[in-house]
Every structure is written in C-alpha cells, then in structure tokens.
C-alpha cells in the first residue's frame, strides 16, 4: 500500500493505492466468505468449491466485499501510522477497482484543528487567586439550614407565615400539576409567588400570575398544609447526635467545611478566569462539526433537565418559550463555540506538556471497570494535571 496526503486547514485527503497482488488477497477471502452463504443444489451450504462459487457469484459483489474489507484494514493502518485524531467521520471514494489492477479510493476526515499557543503560562501568572475568609454571616446561615434539616414540624390551623413550612399543589395551561414542600421567605420559587402565599390557610385556592417576557403564567394553586417550623437548640444532645463531643467540636469542623467551600470555589473561579484569559490571547478557527455537536450536547442536556426539574413534556416546554427545537439550538451557538474553544486549547496544552494518566492513577479514584467512567476519570485527571502547570 501507497498513499498521499493532502490537507487544507483541518480537513485530511488521503490518496490510497494497494497493489494487485494486494488486493487479490481480500478478493480470495472475499470470495471464500461469499461461498459460505451460497446455497446450490448438489452441495451443502458452506461446501462449495470455490472455482465453483466464482461461476455463481456477481462479480460486483465480490469486489464490494473486497473493498469494504481492504479500505477497513488500510484505514486502520494509516489511523496508527499518523496518529491522526479524527472528529468526522471518514468519508470512503472508490477510484479504481477492477481485478487485476490496483485498487484506489480516497478518504476525507477532518481532524483537530492546530492550535498556535500563546505563553499560557505567562498569561496565567497575571490572574491572581483571591484570599477567601468564612464570615460570621456565613456560618449563621450554614448553621441555620442544618436546624431547619432537623426542625420539627406541627400543623397550624392559623394563616402561612414567613418561616412557616408551606406544601402545594400547581398547576398551569402548560405545567401539569405536581406539589412542592418548602420554608416561606427563603426564594425558593420565582421572585412574588411566595409572597402571594403569605395568608393563605390550609385548603385555600388561588390563582397566582407569574410575570414573564413571552405571557403571563397563571398559576392554580392549593394548599395541601401549612406547618410551623420550631428549630432545635444547638444542645449537647443535637451536636452529640450530629456526631461530636462538643458543641466547640461541631462549630469547628462547620467553619473548617465552610472555607474547604469557599476555597474549592475560589479555585474554580480561578480556573475560569486563567483560560478565559488564554482564550482572548489564542487565535483559532473552530471547526463546525464541534460547535454542532455541542450545540446538540446543550440540547440535550436543557431536554433531561426540563424533565427532571420542571417535570412537563419537551414540546411544552416550547409552547411556553414560544420557540423551536432549532431556534434553542441555535441559541447555543456561541457558548458552544466558547466551549470548544476552551477544549481545544487545554488539548493542545496536553499534548505539548506530554501529560498522561496512568492505570494506578485512575485506579486510586475508582475501582469500577466500567469504561466511560474510566475515561472520565482520565479526562478530569489531566485537566487537574494541566491546572496545576498553570499555578491553579
């Protein structure tokens, strides 16, 4: 086998010629798979000689089977050889194919597009990490939500109150109905629904309009009960129960919990900033078929999270936004692009400073064979590895 190679920008051309000698090898096995199927009167099936196939067989199929088998193998060869990293399809152009004469075809394939660095380690050096400090407002409101996680709740005949555990049930033109259980005053839901709330007594109806930039969205809501929320002291009894000696103990590991947070958040933020800032300073031409193919991705995952958060049918969902699946698609196109953008970059960054993740490696994070977690794993390993060349 000989070959050319062409590029023009990210897209591959490759010109392949396998010899006749070559090539009779595939026609042969072609033939032998091909008379394994052929059923003739006076042989079993699987039986027949070959140069008796030969006489019963198109000859175009022989040469189909042939073809497919070669460009597989020759393919994969090349695959190897070059190393290359596809992002398409191959797209296969028989030339020539005749017996007794080379076999030719063509193969496209666009590839990863190359990425002209800039010094990604200077650019990083200027975004600096930001000192975090957990507040004595902070730690209020932590110890709150862990009060409130073991309040105990009674029925309460009286109106709902700020601060009183409130359970409903809405529905809508476009929502069917479904209930929702949480503490009045705390914005759980849209900005004036909770306030509209406020009152309102058990087996009370009402209809509540919710503001929005397409309609208005009236709400028909019943209150299943209204409960009032009595928080536990901070006793020796609570935090021994929380699994601590002392109340000095459980404040402790809460404020130590809270800056591990705040720190977490804070290097992300960091993380963020740091290829943001790479990204202004790279100059690259974002091949189409990976901004589709996460434009598809965002859509996908807004179709999983309209199901499971707002619980209604896709198509609902695009009443109520008034719009279409292509039309959301196609809203996503410059975050699509930014994130692919940002992909590429951090793959370029791994390939220049050599970083690989061993088996072990991926071992100590999980023991599950279970391939796509594997990679996973793999894949944020050397993000952290990249991270940590570019001080985050």
């Not at 963020?272 to 995952?301: F, G, M």
């Not at 796509?372 to 894949?379: G, V």
Request: aromatic share 6%.
């Amino acid at each position: 086998m000989t070959y050319e190679k062409k590029q023009e920008k990210n897209k591959l051309t490759y010109h392949i010629t396998v010899k006749p000698q070559e090539f009779d090898k595939y026609l042969s096995e072609a033939l032998a798979s091909l008379a394994k199927e052929l059923d003739l009167k006076g042989f079993r099936k699987g039986n027949v000689p070959l140069h008796i196939a030969e006489k019963h067989l198109d000859e175009t199929q022989v040469l189909s089977e042939a073809s497919n088998h070669c460009i597989e193998e020759k393919w994969l060869e090349i695959i190897d050889k070059e190393d290359i990293e596809a992002i398409s399809a191959p797209l296969v152009n028989i030339l020539k194919i005749a017996k007794g004469n080379p076999f030719e075809f063509e193969v496209e394939i666009e590839i990863l597009p190359e990425v002209n660095l800039p010094d990604y380690k200077k650019i990083a050096k200027t975004v600096k990490s930001e000192q975090v400090k957990t507040t004595k407002k902070d730690f209020d409101k932590a110890l709150k939500m862990i009060l409130q996680a073991n309040a105990k709740l009674s029925q309460k005949d009286g109106p709902a109150e700020k601060g009183d555990f409130i359970e409903i049930v809405y529905s809508s033109d476009t929502i069917k109905e479904r209930k929702d259980g949480f503490i009045l005053g705390q914005g759980q839901l849209a900005k004036g629904i909770e306030d509209d709330l406020i009152g309102l007594k058990k087996g009370d109806k009402k209809q509540i309009t919710v503001k929005e930039k397409q309609r208005d969205l009236v709400l028909n809501v019943s209150v299943n009960s209204v409960q009032k929320v009595e928080l536990p002291e901070l006793s020796p009894e609570f935090v021994k129960n929380m699994g601590f000696k002392t109340k000095e103990d459980f404040e402790k590991h809460l404020k130590e919990e809270l800056q591990k947070e705040k720190e977490i958040i804070e290097k992300q933020r960091k993380k963020e900033e740091v290829l943001e800032s790479i990204k202004k300073q790279t100059k690259l031409d974002v091949p189409i078929t990976l901004i589709e193919r996460e434009q598809q991705a965002l859509l996908e995952n807004l179709k999983n999270r309209v199901s499971y958060e707002l619980q209604i049918s896709f198509e609902e969902y695009l009443k109520q936004a008034q719009k279409t699946e292509d039309q959301l698609k196609k809203g996503f196109e410059d975050i699509a692009r930014e994130r692919v953008k940002g992909f590429l970059i951090l793959h370029a960054i791994e390939k220049k400073e050599n970083i690989t993740v061993t088996k072990e490696e991926i071992d100590e994070k999980s023991k599950d064979k279970d391939q796509n977690l594997r990679y996973y794993i793999e894949d944020q390993l050397k993000k952290e590895k990249i991270f940590n060349i570019l001080g985050c």
